[in-house]
């Protein structure tokens, strides 16, 4: 949970909110903690290309930004789960929406990104 409650910021741009997401895992983390909470090693087998090393740092900068939350359990054997606070809940259908656009459009973006690269290549 929040321990501070900021007022609405008017002046917030999408540049800050695009921050939250900043790396390659935290979207993927998001998207699995949606459907339940997960120990770290149960995220490390879901996320193979990721290492031990990033998944650490993403995790603790989606703690620090209120999206999930790390609970520390003891019962039966002593260890720890992530989840998704009630903030990061709702960042799940953005999240969705975000990747029902990709699925659209991802074929047409690497096209242009090869068409770019191609007229943009020089020596180097």
């Not at 999408?14 to 998207?31: N, P, Q």
């Not at 949606?34 to 290492?51: D, G, P, V």
């Not at 039966?76 to 029902?100: F, M, T």
């Amino acid at each position: 949970m929040l321990e501070k409650t900021h007022a609405h910021d008017p002046k917030c741009k999408i540049s800050d909110v695009l921050d939250i997401f900043k790396g390659r895992w935290k979207g993927e983390i998001i998207k699995l903690l949606s459907e339940q909470a997960l120990r770290f090693s149960e995220l490390k087998t879901q996320l193979t290309s990721a290492s031990a090393r990033v998944l650490t740092e993403s995790l603790r900068a989606l703690e620090r930004d209120g999206v999930i939350q790390r609970n520390d359990l003891s019962a039966p054997r002593p260890h720890v789960e992530y989840s998704l606070s009630p903030y990061g809940v709702q960042l799940v259908p953005l999240l969705d929406q975000i990747k029902a656009w990709g699925e659209k459009h991802i074929n047409c973006v690497r096209t242009c990104r090869d068409r770019y690269d191609a007229a943009h290549a020089g020596p180097h």
